[in-house]
């Protein structure tokens, strides 16, 4: 079992940036790829980044490259999202999870709790 907490999350205006971060609660971190997911109010979750357990692939979603930035500290069984250049359109709940294979949709094993992000213009 995989527990996520998520943090980071707030409000900020167009342009800006926040760091989100995933903590995870397993003895084996190292093996899991870990992504971050968002989901908009009336919309479906959607993927947004993903790293593989030894932090040197990443991938992610077309509407967030080169903007934001997916890493890990395996010695700290955390996950980072850093969001810069954001956008009213970037808004939602963001998710962190982890699953033992990579992966760009939503069948992951295990998800946190999630975290608001509100972007105003």
């Known amino acids: 079992q995989v527990q996520l907490v998520e943090s980071g999350g707030g409000s900020v205006q167009a342009g800006g940036s926040l760091r989100l971060t995933c903590v995870a609660s397993?003895?084996?971190?190292?093996?899991?790829?870990m992504a971050w997911f968002r989901q908009a109010p009336g919309k479906e979750r959607e993927f947004v980044a993903t790293?593989?357990?030894?932090?040197?692939?990443?991938y992610y979603a077309d509407s967030v490259k080169g903007r934001f930035t997916i890493s890990r500290n395996n010695a700290k069984n955390t996950v980072y999202l850093q969001m810069n250049g954001l956008k009213p359109e970037d808004t939602a709940v963001y998710y962190c999870?982890?699953?033992?294979?990579?992966?760009?949709?939503?069948?992951?094993?295990?998800w946190g709790q999630g975290t608001q992000v509100t972007v105003s213009s």
């Open positions: 790293i593989n357990g030894g932090g040197g692939r990443t």
């Open positions: 999870a982890a699953d033992e294979y990579i992966g760009l949709d939503v069948n992951y094993d295990y």
């Open positions: 397993v003895s084996n971190f190292r093996d899991y790829a």
